[in-house]
Protein backbone atom coordinates (compact mmCIF):
# COMPACT_ATOMS: atom_id res chain seq x y z
CA UNK A 1 0.00 0.00 0.00
CA UNK A 2 1.46 3.53 -0.28
CA UNK A 3 0.14 6.30 0.89
CA UNK A 4 1.80 10.12 -0.16
CA UNK A 5 3.11 12.93 2.16
CA UNK A 6 4.72 12.91 5.48
CA UNK A 7 1.37 13.57 7.10
CA UNK A 8 -0.77 10.91 6.46
CA UNK A 9 2.63 8.45 7.33
CA UNK A 10 2.36 10.31 10.96
CA UNK A 11 -1.83 10.18 11.13
CA UNK A 12 -1.31 6.09 10.51
CA UNK A 13 1.44 5.49 12.72
CA UNK A 14 1.46 4.92 16.63
CA UNK A 15 4.11 6.20 19.10
CA UNK A 16 7.88 5.60 18.14
CA UNK A 17 9.74 3.85 20.86
CA UNK A 18 12.85 5.52 22.06
CA UNK A 19 15.37 2.77 22.94
CA UNK A 20 19.15 3.32 22.93
CA UNK A 21 21.19 2.33 20.09
CA UNK A 22 24.67 3.28 18.30
CA UNK A 23 24.00 5.25 15.12
CA UNK A 24 26.82 6.02 13.05
CA UNK A 25 27.19 8.39 9.84
CA UNK A 26 28.12 5.87 7.02
CA UNK A 27 29.10 8.46 4.33
CA UNK A 28 32.86 9.26 4.79
CA UNK A 29 34.52 6.69 2.95
CA UNK A 30 37.53 6.73 4.88
CA UNK A 31 40.74 3.93 4.50
CA UNK A 32 40.28 1.53 7.09
CA UNK A 33 43.62 -0.22 6.52
CA UNK A 34 45.25 1.02 9.19
CA UNK A 35 42.43 0.24 11.81
CA UNK A 36 41.93 -3.26 10.29
CA UNK A 37 46.01 -3.84 11.09
CA UNK A 38 45.76 -2.57 14.56
CA UNK A 39 42.34 -4.86 15.12
CA UNK A 40 44.42 -7.75 14.80
CA UNK A 41 45.39 -9.09 18.01
CA UNK A 42 46.55 -12.51 18.57
CA UNK A 43 47.31 -14.02 22.45
CA UNK A 44 45.22 -14.49 25.27
CA UNK A 45 42.43 -12.61 26.23
CA UNK A 46 41.01 -12.29 30.23
CA UNK A 47 37.80 -12.15 29.17
CA UNK A 48 35.37 -13.05 26.97
CA UNK A 49 31.74 -11.96 25.92
CA UNK A 50 29.70 -14.00 23.38
CA UNK A 51 26.39 -12.07 22.23
CA UNK A 52 24.08 -14.37 20.57
CA UNK A 53 21.24 -12.98 18.42
CA UNK A 54 18.78 -15.97 18.52
CA UNK A 55 17.27 -15.87 14.64
CA UNK A 56 19.48 -12.76 13.99
CA UNK A 57 20.09 -13.60 10.42
CA UNK A 58 21.55 -10.27 7.85
CA UNK A 59 18.24 -9.67 7.32
CA UNK A 60 17.09 -9.63 10.97
CA UNK A 61 20.14 -7.56 11.25
CA UNK A 62 18.98 -5.59 8.26
CA UNK A 63 15.10 -4.90 9.31
CA UNK A 64 16.06 -3.42 12.59
CA UNK A 65 18.43 -1.13 11.63
CA UNK A 66 16.53 0.32 8.50
CA UNK A 67 13.61 0.57 11.46
CA UNK A 68 15.40 2.00 14.37
CA UNK A 69 18.65 3.98 13.18
CA UNK A 70 17.78 4.47 9.13
CA UNK A 71 19.13 2.74 6.20
CA UNK A 72 22.42 4.68 6.38
CA UNK A 73 22.86 4.30 9.91
CA UNK A 74 24.52 1.81 11.88
CA UNK A 75 23.91 -0.17 15.25
CA UNK A 76 26.24 -1.21 17.60
CA UNK A 77 26.74 -4.42 16.31
CA UNK A 78 27.28 -3.43 13.26
CA UNK A 79 30.53 -1.26 14.78
CA UNK A 80 32.86 -4.13 15.54
CA UNK A 81 36.75 -4.45 13.31
CA UNK A 82 36.23 -7.63 12.02
CA UNK A 83 33.48 -9.05 10.40
CA UNK A 84 33.20 -12.84 8.60
CA UNK A 85 29.96 -15.31 8.48
CA UNK A 86 29.73 -18.86 9.50
CA UNK A 87 27.50 -21.74 8.40
CA UNK A 88 25.41 -23.00 10.84
CA UNK A 89 24.56 -26.79 9.70
CA UNK A 90 23.23 -29.88 12.15
CA UNK A 91 24.42 -33.45 11.39
CA UNK A 92 21.66 -36.04 11.38
CA UNK A 93 20.98 -38.25 14.06
CA UNK A 94 20.41 -41.87 12.35
CA UNK A 95 23.47 -40.90 9.89
CA UNK A 96 25.64 -38.12 11.57
CA UNK A 97 27.94 -38.31 8.34
CA UNK A 98 25.64 -36.32 6.82
CA UNK A 99 24.57 -33.08 7.29
CA UNK A 100 21.01 -31.28 8.10
CA UNK A 101 21.20 -27.93 6.25
CA UNK A 102 18.69 -26.25 9.03
CA UNK A 103 19.91 -26.09 12.53
CA UNK A 104 17.89 -25.74 15.11
CA UNK A 105 19.21 -23.47 18.67
CA UNK A 106 20.28 -26.43 20.66
CA UNK A 107 22.57 -28.22 18.02
CA UNK A 108 23.31 -24.96 17.08
CA UNK A 109 24.77 -24.11 20.32
CA UNK A 110 26.20 -27.11 20.86
CA UNK A 111 28.71 -26.24 17.70
CA UNK A 112 29.96 -23.51 19.60
CA UNK A 113 29.85 -24.96 23.37
CA UNK A 114 31.72 -27.69 22.59
CA UNK A 115 33.30 -27.77 19.28
CA UNK A 116 31.16 -30.64 17.77
CA UNK A 117 28.08 -30.80 15.47
CA UNK A 118 25.50 -32.58 16.93
CA UNK A 119 21.74 -33.26 16.39
CA UNK A 120 18.16 -30.82 16.20
CA UNK A 121 17.52 -31.23 19.63
CA UNK A 122 20.57 -32.21 21.41
CA UNK A 123 21.92 -30.18 24.25
CA UNK A 124 25.88 -30.74 24.30
CA UNK A 125 25.89 -34.40 23.90
CA UNK A 126 27.04 -36.45 20.42
CA UNK A 127 24.95 -38.04 18.31
CA UNK A 128 25.33 -41.29 20.55
CA UNK A 129 24.45 -39.24 23.71
CA UNK A 130 27.78 -38.64 24.96
CA UNK A 131 28.38 -35.67 26.78
CA UNK A 132 30.98 -32.91 25.85
CA UNK A 133 32.63 -30.52 27.85
CA UNK A 134 31.37 -26.65 27.46
CA UNK A 135 33.60 -23.52 27.03
CA UNK A 136 31.69 -22.35 30.17
CA UNK A 137 32.51 -25.84 32.19
CA UNK A 138 36.17 -25.35 30.98
CA UNK A 139 36.52 -21.66 31.81
CA UNK A 140 35.31 -22.71 34.70
CA UNK A 141 37.60 -25.61 35.47
CA UNK A 142 40.43 -23.72 34.78
CA UNK A 143 39.93 -20.80 37.35
CA UNK A 144 37.81 -17.98 35.39
CA UNK A 145 34.17 -16.54 36.57
CA UNK A 146 31.50 -17.57 34.47
CA UNK A 147 28.20 -16.15 33.46
CA UNK A 148 24.54 -17.65 31.20
CA UNK A 149 22.24 -14.36 30.56
CA UNK A 150 18.96 -14.74 28.17
CA UNK A 151 16.15 -13.19 27.71
CA UNK A 152 14.02 -16.94 27.65
CA UNK A 153 13.68 -19.51 30.15
CA UNK A 154 17.58 -20.65 31.09
CA UNK A 155 16.61 -23.74 30.25
CA UNK A 156 16.22 -22.86 26.30
CA UNK A 157 18.66 -24.39 24.17
CA UNK A 158 20.81 -21.66 23.52
CA UNK A 159 21.85 -20.67 27.62
CA UNK A 160 21.51 -24.68 28.25
CA UNK A 161 24.10 -25.67 26.15
CA UNK A 162 26.77 -23.47 27.91
CA UNK A 163 26.25 -26.38 31.51
CA UNK A 164 24.27 -28.89 30.36
CA UNK A 165 23.95 -32.45 28.80
CA UNK A 166 20.71 -33.73 27.73
CA UNK A 167 19.68 -35.71 24.86
CA UNK A 168 16.42 -33.58 24.32
CA UNK A 169 15.88 -29.93 24.78
CA UNK A 170 12.34 -30.25 25.79
CA UNK A 171 14.09 -31.92 29.49
CA UNK A 172 14.25 -28.59 31.16
CA UNK A 173 13.25 -29.73 34.61
CA UNK A 174 13.09 -32.89 36.86
CA UNK A 175 9.36 -33.42 35.85
CA UNK A 176 10.11 -33.05 32.31
CA UNK A 177 12.41 -35.69 31.76
CA UNK A 178 10.12 -38.26 29.74
CA UNK A 179 12.28 -37.64 26.39
CA UNK A 180 15.23 -38.07 28.58
CA UNK A 181 15.38 -41.21 30.95
CA UNK A 182 19.01 -42.27 30.15
CA UNK A 183 19.83 -37.94 31.85
CA UNK A 184 16.79 -38.59 34.54
CA UNK A 185 18.20 -38.35 38.12
CA UNK A 186 15.68 -41.29 38.66
CA UNK A 187 17.92 -43.58 36.21
CA UNK A 188 21.24 -42.41 37.77
CA UNK A 189 21.66 -39.67 35.56
CA UNK A 190 22.63 -35.71 35.68
CA UNK A 191 19.43 -34.72 36.05
CA UNK A 192 17.42 -32.03 33.93
CA UNK A 193 18.74 -28.85 32.17
CA UNK A 194 17.57 -26.79 35.62
CA UNK A 195 19.54 -28.71 37.90
CA UNK A 196 22.28 -29.67 35.57
CA UNK A 197 22.96 -25.60 35.31
CA UNK A 198 22.79 -25.46 38.93
CA UNK A 199 25.40 -27.86 39.36
CA UNK A 200 27.34 -26.95 37.02
CA UNK A 201 26.93 -23.15 39.16
CA UNK A 202 28.33 -20.45 36.92
CA UNK A 203 28.47 -17.28 38.62
CA UNK A 204 25.47 -15.64 37.17
CA UNK A 205 22.43 -17.28 35.88
CA UNK A 206 19.75 -14.81 34.62
CA UNK A 207 17.05 -15.15 32.27
CA UNK A 208 13.45 -16.52 32.75
CA UNK A 209 12.43 -20.22 33.33
CA UNK A 210 11.28 -19.77 37.15
CA UNK A 211 8.23 -22.46 36.79
CA UNK A 212 11.24 -25.13 35.87
CA UNK A 213 13.61 -24.47 39.07
CA UNK A 214 10.22 -24.66 40.91
CA UNK A 215 9.81 -28.13 40.11
CA UNK A 216 10.68 -30.86 42.99
CA UNK A 217 13.29 -33.06 42.82
CA UNK A 218 12.73 -36.16 41.81
CA UNK A 219 16.00 -38.27 43.33
CA UNK A 220 19.06 -37.91 44.93
CA UNK A 221 19.99 -35.70 47.77
CA UNK A 222 17.58 -32.96 47.34
CA UNK A 223 14.61 -35.42 46.54
CA UNK A 224 11.37 -33.96 47.62
CA UNK A 225 12.73 -30.24 47.30
CA UNK A 226 12.68 -28.08 44.31
CA UNK A 227 15.70 -27.25 42.01
CA UNK A 228 15.43 -23.63 43.83
CA UNK A 229 16.22 -25.14 47.09
CA UNK A 230 18.91 -26.99 45.60
CA UNK A 231 20.09 -23.55 44.20
CA UNK A 232 20.31 -22.12 47.45
CA UNK A 233 21.82 -24.96 49.00
CA UNK A 234 24.97 -24.07 46.22
CA UNK A 235 25.05 -20.92 47.78
CA UNK A 236 22.99 -19.01 44.90
CA UNK A 237 20.82 -15.52 46.06
CA UNK A 238 17.98 -16.36 44.41
CA UNK A 239 16.33 -13.30 42.93
CA UNK A 240 13.12 -12.56 41.06
CA UNK A 241 12.54 -9.23 39.92
CA UNK A 242 14.35 -6.10 38.80
CA UNK A 243 14.75 -4.72 42.14
CA UNK A 244 16.42 -7.73 43.96
CA UNK A 245 18.88 -8.12 40.79
CA UNK A 246 20.12 -4.42 41.62
CA UNK A 247 20.79 -5.22 45.25
CA UNK A 248 22.28 -8.45 44.57
CA UNK A 249 25.57 -8.91 46.76
CA UNK A 250 28.48 -9.57 43.95
CA UNK A 251 29.95 -11.77 46.83
CA UNK A 252 27.76 -15.05 46.05
CA UNK A 253 26.51 -16.16 42.90
CA UNK A 254 23.70 -15.01 41.61
CA UNK A 255 20.21 -17.00 40.24
CA UNK A 256 18.09 -14.58 38.53
CA UNK A 257 14.42 -16.13 37.24
CA UNK A 258 12.11 -13.36 36.11
CA UNK A 259 9.45 -14.97 34.49
CA UNK A 260 7.85 -18.41 34.90
CA UNK A 261 9.06 -19.02 31.44
CA UNK A 262 10.49 -16.45 28.51
CA UNK A 263 10.29 -12.82 29.37
CA UNK A 264 7.86 -10.62 28.23
CA UNK A 265 8.57 -8.49 24.60
CA UNK A 266 9.89 -4.92 24.62
CA UNK A 267 7.52 -3.95 21.89
CA UNK A 268 4.47 -4.87 20.01
CA UNK A 269 2.95 -3.50 16.81
CA UNK A 270 0.90 -4.72 13.87
CA UNK A 271 0.17 -8.54 12.95
CA UNK A 272 1.23 -9.52 9.11
CA UNK A 273 -1.89 -10.66 7.11
CA UNK A 274 -2.47 -11.99 3.48
CA UNK A 275 -3.06 -7.92 2.02
CA UNK A 276 -0.51 -6.41 3.91
CA UNK A 277 -1.53 -3.93 6.58
CA UNK A 278 -1.10 -0.22 6.77
CA UNK A 279 2.06 1.74 7.40
CA UNK A 280 2.65 2.13 11.41
CA UNK A 281 5.45 2.31 13.88
CA UNK A 282 6.01 0.32 16.90
CA UNK A 283 4.77 0.70 20.24
CA UNK A 284 6.22 0.22 23.91
CA UNK A 285 4.63 -3.52 25.29
CA UNK A 286 2.75 -1.62 28.27
CA UNK A 287 2.22 -5.34 29.52
CA UNK A 288 5.92 -5.25 30.07
CA UNK A 289 6.14 -4.40 33.93
CA UNK A 290 9.05 -2.35 35.28
CA UNK A 291 9.78 -5.80 37.63
CA UNK A 292 11.25 -7.49 34.75
CA UNK A 293 14.82 -6.03 33.91
CA UNK A 294 16.01 -5.66 30.20
CA UNK A 295 18.12 -7.52 28.66
CA UNK A 296 20.91 -4.22 28.82
CA UNK A 297 19.75 -4.29 32.40
CA UNK A 298 20.74 -8.29 33.15
CA UNK A 299 24.15 -7.40 31.04
CA UNK A 300 25.57 -4.88 32.91
CA UNK A 301 24.77 -6.24 36.16
CA UNK A 302 26.94 -9.57 35.07
CA UNK A 303 29.32 -8.07 33.92
CA UNK A 304 30.00 -5.24 37.07
CA UNK A 305 29.72 -8.78 39.25
CA UNK A 306 32.12 -10.99 37.37
CA UNK A 307 34.22 -7.52 36.82
CA UNK A 308 34.49 -7.73 41.00
CA UNK A 309 34.62 -11.40 41.42
CA UNK A 310 37.68 -11.48 38.98
CA UNK A 311 39.41 -8.45 39.40
CA UNK A 312 42.14 -9.98 41.82
CA UNK A 313 42.45 -12.92 39.97
CA UNK A 314 44.71 -13.44 37.21
CA UNK A 315 41.81 -14.71 35.36
CA UNK A 316 39.32 -13.43 34.50
CA UNK A 317 35.77 -14.26 33.42
CA UNK A 318 33.47 -16.09 30.08
CA UNK A 319 30.13 -14.60 29.72
CA UNK A 320 27.31 -15.37 27.21
CA UNK A 321 24.31 -13.21 26.77
CA UNK A 322 22.02 -13.93 24.22
CA UNK A 323 18.65 -11.72 22.72
CA UNK A 324 16.21 -15.18 22.38
CA UNK A 325 13.21 -13.31 21.79
CA UNK A 326 14.44 -12.38 17.87
CA UNK A 327 13.67 -15.82 17.10
CA UNK A 328 10.60 -16.23 18.92
CA UNK A 329 9.29 -13.66 17.70
CA UNK A 330 10.24 -14.28 14.34
CA UNK A 331 8.75 -17.40 14.48
CA UNK A 332 5.51 -15.62 15.36
CA UNK A 333 5.61 -13.52 12.53
CA UNK A 334 5.52 -10.47 15.44
CA UNK A 335 7.77 -7.56 13.18
CA UNK A 336 7.83 -5.27 16.27
CA UNK A 337 8.52 -8.02 18.97
CA UNK A 338 10.94 -9.09 16.61
CA UNK A 339 13.02 -5.90 16.13
CA UNK A 340 12.18 -4.58 19.38
CA UNK A 341 14.07 -7.39 20.90
CA UNK A 342 17.01 -6.97 18.01
CA UNK A 343 17.58 -3.25 19.50
CA UNK A 344 17.68 -4.25 22.95
CA UNK A 345 19.83 -7.00 22.08
CA UNK A 346 21.80 -4.23 20.61
CA UNK A 347 21.74 -2.23 23.47
CA UNK A 348 23.84 -5.37 25.45
CA UNK A 349 26.01 -5.37 22.58
CA UNK A 350 27.04 -1.87 23.25
CA UNK A 351 27.34 -2.29 26.95
CA UNK A 352 30.09 -5.18 26.29
CA UNK A 353 32.13 -2.35 24.05
CA UNK A 354 31.76 -0.09 26.15
CA UNK A 355 33.47 -2.34 29.17
CA UNK A 356 36.04 -3.60 26.28
CA UNK A 357 36.89 0.12 25.81
CA UNK A 358 38.11 0.68 29.32
CA UNK A 359 39.46 -3.49 29.37
CA UNK A 360 41.32 -4.01 25.79
CA UNK A 361 41.68 -7.70 26.94
CA UNK A 362 38.47 -8.67 26.51
CA UNK A 363 36.98 -10.50 23.75
CA UNK A 364 33.83 -9.09 22.36
CA UNK A 365 31.72 -11.63 20.00
CA UNK A 366 28.31 -11.19 17.82
CA UNK A 367 26.80 -13.91 16.18
CA UNK A 368 23.65 -15.80 16.17
CA UNK A 369 22.85 -19.52 15.92
CA UNK A 370 20.71 -19.83 12.60
CA UNK A 371 18.86 -17.03 9.84
CA UNK A 372 15.36 -17.20 10.05
CA UNK A 373 12.60 -16.19 7.69
CA UNK A 374 11.39 -12.76 7.77
CA UNK A 375 12.37 -10.61 4.30
CA UNK A 376 12.11 -7.26 3.29
CA UNK A 377 10.14 -7.08 0.20
CA UNK A 378 9.28 -4.94 -2.45
CA UNK A 379 5.14 -5.23 -1.82
CA UNK A 380 2.85 -7.79 0.00
CA UNK A 381 3.72 -11.63 -1.30
CA UNK A 382 2.27 -15.18 -1.22
CA UNK A 383 2.89 -15.17 2.85
CA UNK A 384 1.92 -12.52 5.26
CA UNK A 385 3.02 -8.77 5.18
CA UNK A 386 3.23 -5.99 7.34
CA UNK A 387 4.61 -2.59 6.82
CA UNK A 388 6.29 0.07 9.37
CA UNK A 389 7.28 3.24 8.96
CA UNK A 390 11.39 3.38 9.43
CA UNK A 391 13.64 5.89 10.62
CA UNK A 392 13.97 6.91 7.55
CA UNK A 393 10.02 7.97 7.28
CA UNK A 394 9.92 5.53 4.28
CA UNK A 395 7.97 2.61 4.55
CA UNK A 396 9.43 -1.18 5.14
CA UNK A 397 7.54 -4.29 3.70
CA UNK A 398 8.42 -7.50 5.79
CA UNK A 399 7.55 -10.96 4.84
CA UNK A 400 6.71 -14.42 6.56
CA UNK A 401 6.00 -16.94 4.31
CA UNK A 402 7.64 -20.46 5.27
CA UNK A 403 4.21 -21.34 7.47
CA UNK A 404 0.57 -19.64 7.59
CA UNK A 405 0.19 -17.51 10.24
CA UNK A 406 -1.62 -19.64 12.61
CA UNK A 407 1.69 -22.37 12.60
CA UNK A 408 5.44 -21.81 13.42
CA UNK A 409 8.03 -19.73 10.64
CA UNK A 410 10.79 -21.21 10.02
CA UNK A 411 14.80 -21.49 10.37
CA UNK A 412 16.75 -20.97 7.27
CA UNK A 413 19.76 -23.02 6.52
CA UNK A 414 21.62 -19.65 5.53
CA UNK A 415 25.47 -18.82 6.78
CA UNK A 416 25.55 -15.42 9.13
CA UNK A 417 27.45 -12.85 10.95
CA UNK A 418 29.98 -13.25 13.23
CA UNK A 419 31.78 -10.16 13.71
CA UNK A 420 34.79 -9.65 16.52
CA UNK A 421 37.11 -7.56 18.17
CA UNK A 422 39.65 -7.51 20.81
CA UNK A 423 42.47 -10.73 20.70
CA UNK A 424 41.92 -13.66 18.90
CA UNK A 425 39.06 -11.58 17.35
CA UNK A 426 40.84 -12.21 13.29
CA UNK A 427 39.67 -16.01 13.54
CA UNK A 428 36.20 -15.02 12.84
CA UNK A 429 37.00 -13.68 9.51
CA UNK A 430 36.43 -15.33 6.14
CA UNK A 431 33.56 -17.97 5.99
CA UNK A 432 34.08 -20.50 8.95
CA UNK A 433 32.23 -23.07 10.78
CA UNK A 434 30.02 -22.76 13.61
CA UNK A 435 32.27 -25.73 15.31
CA UNK A 436 35.13 -23.24 14.76
CA UNK A 437 33.93 -20.35 17.41
CA UNK A 438 34.80 -22.91 20.25
CA UNK A 439 38.39 -23.18 19.31
CA UNK A 440 38.49 -19.28 19.11
CA UNK A 441 37.34 -18.66 22.37
CA UNK A 442 39.52 -21.47 23.99
CA UNK A 443 42.89 -20.40 22.22
CA UNK A 444 41.73 -16.35 24.06
CA UNK A 445 41.49 -18.15 27.20
CA UNK A 446 44.05 -19.97 27.11
CA UNK A 447 42.72 -23.11 28.07
CA UNK A 448 42.42 -27.00 27.11
Not at 130 to 141: D, F, N, V
Not at 142 to 163: M, S
Not at 261 to 285: F, H, I, Q, R, S
Request: proline residues 4%.
Amino acid sequence: MHIRGRAALAAAAVAIVAVPSMAMAGDSHPDKTRAAEHAIQGGTARNVILLIGDGMGDSEITIARNYQVGANGRLAMDTLPLTGAYTTYAVQKANPALPEYVTDSAASGTGWATGHKTYNGAISVLPDGKPMPTILELAKKAGYRTGDVTTAELQDATPAVLGSHVVDRGCKGPQSMSACAVNDKVNGGTGSIAEQLVQTRPDVLLGGGKVFFDQTVQAGGFKGKTVTDQAKAAGYQVVTDAAGLAKASGKAPILGAFAPNNMDLEWVGPTPTKTGTAPAKCATNTARTAAQPHLVDMATKALDVLDQQSKHSKKGFFLQIEGASIDKQDHAANPCGQIGETVAFDAAVKKALDYQRTHRDTLVVVTADHGHTSQIVEAATLGYTATLITHDNATMTISYATSEITGSQQHTGTEVRIAAGGPQAANVLGVTNQTDLFYTMRRALGIR
